[in-house]
């Protein structure tokens, strides 16, 4: 995750509004404690396109489509018992796209599903049989 966080458009107006104003950029940066290239590449933004909005598209590409993370949630509910690794390792088999297990179990709770394992435990079932073998045997 990166360290920065992304300017709301309330804030970005409010820079645009002091830079038409008239306020220095240094101030600005000052004012809302931000480095000077943020507010030098809004203004420039906000000169050539006149918005102050995103760009689309900004950001890391993701490492899986829609069609690939569908696919890891149908082979995830086929194989309830699958790992995150194991899912990975299933979906560069059947489609040569390497993914680490992070990114498997991101994906998985996007759909709301998780890569865990199972607790280990005794069933239920056992427990009381050996209960009443225990007790039969202190009887007699």
């Known amino acids: 995750m990166s360290n920065h ?4 458009d309330g804030m970005r107006w409010r820079i645009v509004g002091r830079l ?22 809004l203004w420039k933004q906000f000169q050539d396109t006149g918005s102050i909005e995103r760009k689309p598209g900004q950001g890391r590409p993701r490492a899986t489509t829609a069609t690939e993370d569908r696919y890891l949630s149908i082979i995830a509910r ?13 979906l560069y088999a059947s489609t040569g796209i390497r993914v680490s297990r992070v990114t498997v179990s991101k994906r998985l709770r996007e759909t709301g599903l998780f890569a865990r394992r199972p607790a280990v435990c005794v069933p239920l079932k056992i427990l009381t049989n050996s209960l009443e073998i225990l007790i039969r045997s202190l009887i007699n």
Do not use: K, M, Y
Not at 5 to 8: A, R, S, V
Not at 79 to 85: C, L, M, V
């Open 5 to 8: 966080q992304h300017l709301d």
């Open 20 to 41: 038409e104003a008239g306020q220095s950029q240094v101030q600005i940066c000052r004012e809302f404690n931000l480095t000077p290239s943020v507010v030098c590449n």
């Open 78 to 90: 086929r194989n309830r018992g699958a790992t995150a690794s194991q899912l990975s390792r299933d």
